[in-house]
């Protein structure tokens, strides 16, 4: 007698929520993360996928449901982009059609959008600047916002009744709030489309992974405003104005979150991490520049009763010592090549480990080659609960089916705790 | 006695570094010894690099100091006899990805330790890296990747040089976030290197081996 998908959606459910608060489940959740792989698997390219609401909800199902997968993982929220980046004229990508191939994943381009002189102009106000000098710069669509009155001017009756109206009289602002609700109306319908989606899978017994974003402060400043390389020269040239400006920042990441949270209704937040893994700065760097602020963003979505899933792209080993120090079994350290035994000794017993399988070995190993590996993670991440399979940056795009297969099926069959 | 010009690079001290080379520059110093002794600077931040000791913004960090002392030497050199290269090198970010941190690294790297470097940017199809292994006749070539579409990109680029015959004329190293030895396996290329030091480590070895 089969399950219904009620029943299954609550098993599924408690699996995930068990390997999360350290308990036992019955066997290791099995939940990859993908964001074009669902979309190349269904038969489309990265450029239909990013544009075509619909075709991406019905690739991703497909998916979910081929694989069986425990736990899924929405891929709108990082794939359905298209409309929105064309309308608006973003600079800060090159999408499919726009710059990278139509079966190319969108990729940042590395730049200093915010120059090492305006730290004192974000400082002093930084929702001025990111509306009058940051906005203009990387949506072109809305460069005409540069023409906008300094807005806290605008608290008197010559700024309030005369500069501030008289700004969105000009036609070059009235096309840019043009476009601007044309983005807006497209993301309504990519939100809507993503909501149903999800209500969908529901009704289907699967359930969605996350239904929020978070960032670190330092990865936020760094990749959005000072580029790499700017914010590296920062440590050292004007390490204080990057901590007072990762402050700024820390409650506005906290703060739209915890609105996502409210909007999607699913208590768990996605923070990939991208500037602070072993090499990209010392361990002393890492206590002062990046953890700190990181730590308030963890801690402050944890009170919330929201789990920070936490993304430590590329090798932490190093940091583990470190970033053990938070409330146990609350949170998930989703981890791409940190050493699994290392993981398991710090951090067992206190934070939910995911990942770890080899992204090089989905793409190119055979699925024998991905069994072998599974194995050894379930043997020794697995070992007592606490542990979530899935990639080390969850599917690559261009993973081999048969290799996700072998590691969801093998899982589900050696994963079993007697 | 005080330290010297190359270990007070090597320790970042970046206002003293610039003040000896205003210094010396006043005083008619031959520029290009100014040059080689930042260059002994750089090679004691990749040494500490190696040992672990720094990490990549201090290799980012000696970039930029580096620079400085060069922009303030440069209008001396005018007309100063040109260097001798050690050895020629092809570099570039294999096709479809535009990832460039990295790649950037290395060349900068490989041109303070004094190789003549043909940067060709990022997002290089397989016929350009040919094309340019045959105007130059360098014998070493670079390929960068980050993302996982590089892999085949990678395997793609080495197969071309490979059906050019010119495979055996060139050692080819991989380098990028992902890349591990099982990838070089898989794109057929001779080596990777985990970051920018140990891609001149590598470039030394096969140039001085050849």
């Known amino acids: 007698m089969g399950k219904t998908p009620e029943e299954l959606y609550q098993e599924r459910e408690k699996r995930f929520n068990d390997a999360i608060q350290l308990k036992v489940p019955d066997r290791v959740p099995i939940a990859p993360h993908f964001i074009f792989f669902g979309a190349k698997y269904g038969g489309l390219n990265c450029q239909e996928a990013m544009y075509d609401y619909d075709r991406l909800a019905e690739t991703t199902r497909k998916t979910v449901v081929d694989f069986d997968l425990d736990v899924y993982m929405n891929p709108s929220y990082l794939v359905s982009l298209g409309p929105m980046m064309e309308i608006l004229g973003e600079r800060q990508f090159k999408w499919p059609g726009h710059g990278v191939s139509v079966d190319s994943t969108y990729q940042y381009v590395e730049k200093e959008y915010m120059t090492a002189d305006e730290y004192d102009a974000f400082l002093n106000d930084p929702t001025d600047y ?4 940051y906005i203009p710069r990387v949506l072109g669509a809305l460069e005409p916002l540069k023409m906008l009155p300094n807005i806290p001017g605008a608290s008197y009756f010559v700024g309030l009744l005369i500069l501030l109206p008289m700004a969105f009289a000009m036609e070059p602002v009235a096309q840019a709030l043009e476009a601007l609700a044309r983005a807006g109306q497209e993301s309504l319908k990519m939100l809507s489309r993503l909501e149903a989606f999800d209500k969908e899978m529901a009704a289907l017994g699967f359930p969605s992974m996350l239904g929020s974003y978070g960032w670190a402060p330092f990865d936020c400043i760094g990749d959005h405003f000072r580029g790499t390389t700017g914010i590296m020269l920062d440590m050292y040239e004007r390490p204080d104005k990057l901590l007072a400006a990762m402050d700024k920042l820390t409650p506005a990441i906290i703060g739209t979150a915890v609105g996502l949270v409210q909007q999607s209704g699913i208590p768990r937040c996605f923070i990939p991490l991208h500037k602070g893994l072993d090499g990209f700065m010392s361990p002393q760097q890492f206590d002062t520049f990046y953890w700190p602020t990181l730590k308030k963003v963890i801690l402050a979505l944890i009170d919330q009763n929201i789990v920070p899933i936490v993304l430590w792209e590329g090798d932490c080993t190093s940091r583990l010592e470190t970033i053990v120090d938070i409330p146990k079994g609350k949170a998930i350290y989703f981890f791409e090549s940190t050493d699994m035994h290392r993981a398991k000794e710090v951090l067992g017993g206190q934070v939910c480990i995911m990942g770890l399988m080899p992204s090089w070995l989905l793409c190119t190993g055979s699925p024998q080659d991905v069994r072998d590996y599974c194995k050894r993670l379930i043997d020794v991440v697995g070992k007592g609960g606490g542990y979530i399979l899935n990639g080390g940056v969850g599917i690559p795009d261009e993973a081999k089916p048969e290799n996700v297969k072998a590691m969801v099926d093998f899982t589900k069959e050696y994963g079993v705790y007697k | 006695m005080p330290q010297d010009f190359a270990s007070i690079l090597g320790d970042l001290k970046k206002q003293e570094t610039l003040e000896i080379t205003q210094k010396w520059l006043a005083s008619g110093k031959d520029p290009m010894a100014i040059l080689n002794d930042a260059r002994r600077g750089i090679e004691i931040v990749g040494q500490r690099f190696t040992s672990g000791e720094y990490f990549l913004p201090d290799l980012i960090y000696s970039g930029e100091i580096l620079k400085q002392v060069t922009e303030m030497v440069a209008p001396e050199l005018k007309g100063a006899a040109k260097v001798k290269k050690l050895g020629k090198v092809v570099l570039g970010t294999v096709a479809y990805d535009i990832h460039n941190i990295g790649l950037n690294m290395v060349d900068f790297m490989l041109d303070t330790f004094g190789f003549e470097v043909y940067n060709l940017g990022v997002d290089v199809p397989a016929e350009k890296f040919v094309e340019k292994i045959k105007t130059t006749g360098a014998p070493i070539v670079g390929l960068s990747g980050f993302l996982t579409l590089s892999f085949n ?44 030091v140990a891609a001149v480590s590598l470039v030394k070895q096969w140039i001085g081996g050849t």
């Not at chain 2, 190293?173 to 070089?184: E, L, S, T, V």
């Open chain 1, 130 to 133: 990111i509306l009058r000098t």
């Open chain 2, 153 to 196: 990109s990678m395997k793609e680029t080495v197969d071309a040089i490979k059906a050019a015959g010119l495979r055996d004329k060139v050692k080819i190293m991989i380098g990028g976030a992902q890349m591990n030895d099982d990838i070089r396996k898989y794109a057929g290329a001779d080596a990777f290197g985990r970051d920018a």
